[in-house]
């Protein structure tokens, strides 16, 4: 069992920048793949990153590459997206998750869920 616990999220205009964190707590995450997700009113929660703990390996959404980029810091047990070119269509919850084993895109596979964290581009 794992609790994820996410922060950073707020207000921003368009072409700003903001750093989501997300804390785990309960055990290691050594042997997961942590994602960021996002769901925008009306929308389906969608995948935006990703990072194997272990291998640092990430993957992104096309939304987003270039502008986002995903890292954690294995000593705190905390995952990070800088999000840079805020884009209003980035407005959404943002929400961390984990899973065990290989990556994966499709937010079925994932076990954690954080409780999410509002970001809102807008000027």
Same mark, same amino acid.
């Given at each position: 069992? =794992?609790? *994820?616990?996410?922060?950073?999220? /707020? $207000?921003?205009?368009?072409?700003? !920048?903001?750093?989501l964190?997300?804390?785990? @707590?309960?055990r290691?995450?050594?042997?997961?793949?942590?994602?960021?997700?996002?769901?925008?009113?009306?929308?389906?929660?969608?995948? =935006?990153? *990703?990072?194997?703990?272990?291998? /640092? $390996?990430t993957?992104?959404?096309? !939304?987003?590459?270039?502008?986002?980029?995903? @890292?954690?810091?294995?000593?705190?047990?905390?995952?990070?997206?800088?999000?840079n070119?805020?884009?209003?269509?980035?407005?959404?919850?943002?929400?961390?998750?984990?899973?065990?084993?290989?990556?994966?895109?499709?937010?079925? !596979?994932?076990?954690?869920?954080g409780?999410?964290?509002?970001?809102?581009?807008?000027?």
């Open positions: 069992q =794992v609790h *994820l616990e996410e922060s950073g999220g /707020g $207000l921003v205009q368009p072409g700003g !920048s903001l750093r964190s997300c804390a785990a @707590s309960g290691t995450l050594d042997n997961d793949v942590m994602g960021w997700f996002r769901q925008a009113p009306v929308k389906e929660r969608e995948f =935006v990153a *990703l990072i194997w703990w272990s291998a /640092g $390996l993957r992104y959404a096309d !939304s987003v590459k270039g502008r986002f980029t995903i @890292s954690r810091d294995n000593d705190k047990s905390t995952g990070y997206l800088q999000m070119s805020l884009k209003p269509e980035d407005t959404a919850v943002y929400y961390c998750a984990a899973k065990r084993g290989f990556i994966a895109t499709l937010e079925k !596979s994932y076990n954690w869920w409780q999410g964290t509002q970001v809102t581009v807008s000027s």
